[in-house]
Every structure is written in C-alpha cells, then in structure tokens.
Nanobody, 120 residues
C-alpha cells in the first residue's frame, strides 16, 4: 500500500506565496514522474507542473515563471512553490506520483487534495 499526504494549502492574498508538499509512504520501490494538478469549481482538472525522475520540469503556461516544482527523492516528497499568486490560481491542488511498487510494476497515485484560495 502507498499513501500520499499533501500539506501547505490555505488562504492567501493576491501576490502572496504558498508552498505545497506531498509525501509518499508505504511500499515504494522507486518514484518516477511527479506532478501537481489543480481543479477549480466547474472546471476540469489540469496539469500545473511536472518533474521527471531526471528532474526535467514542465509547467502550464499560466504558472510558468511564478511556480516552481521540485523533488526530494530521499524523502519521497514533491514540492510546489507558488509565488505571485493570483485569484485565478484558486483551486484544489492534487499531487500525482507514478510509483514503482516493485521492479516492474508502476502505479498511479493521487493525493487527497489541498485547497488553495487566493483573495483579491
């Protein structure tokens, strides 16, 4: 079994910053890609940022230059540093990890979601 626990969401004023964390625990052989998604009310879930096992990063155009994704493999953790937050960043943020639970078995895991609210 693998569990993901997210933290770091909250209420912040426009222009402020938040740092999200997602820690994986359990039967983990290794972790491949890690990513952050978000879903605003009435909208589809969208990719915000992703980081590969080789630390190559990818960002949505709407957050590029403001958000930074990073990973700590020793801690099985992925972070999302969010700066210059805007009201349109308001959403529930989910981490997504592709985890090898054995040498040849990789599964997709989601965090429970953390609310980020940016006030104008």
């Amino acid at each position: 079994q693998v569990q993901l626990v997210e933290s770091g969401g909250g209420l912040v004023q426009a222009g402020g910053s938040l740092r999200l964390s997602c820690v994986a625990s359990g039967s983990i052989f290794s972790i491949n890609d890690m990513g952050w998604y978000r879903q605003a009310p009435g909208k589809q879930r969208e990719l915000v940022a992703a980081i590969s096992s080789g630390s190559r990063t990818n960002y949505a155009d709407s957050v590029r230059g403001r958000f930074t994704i990073s990973r700590d493999n020793a801690k099985n953790t992925v972070y999302l540093q969010m700066n210059s937050l805007k009201p349109e960043d308001t959403a529930v943020y989910y981490c997504n990890l592709k985890i090898y639970v054995s040498l040849r078995t990789i599964n997709d895991y989601w965090g429970q979601g953390t609310q980020v609210t940016v006030s104008s």
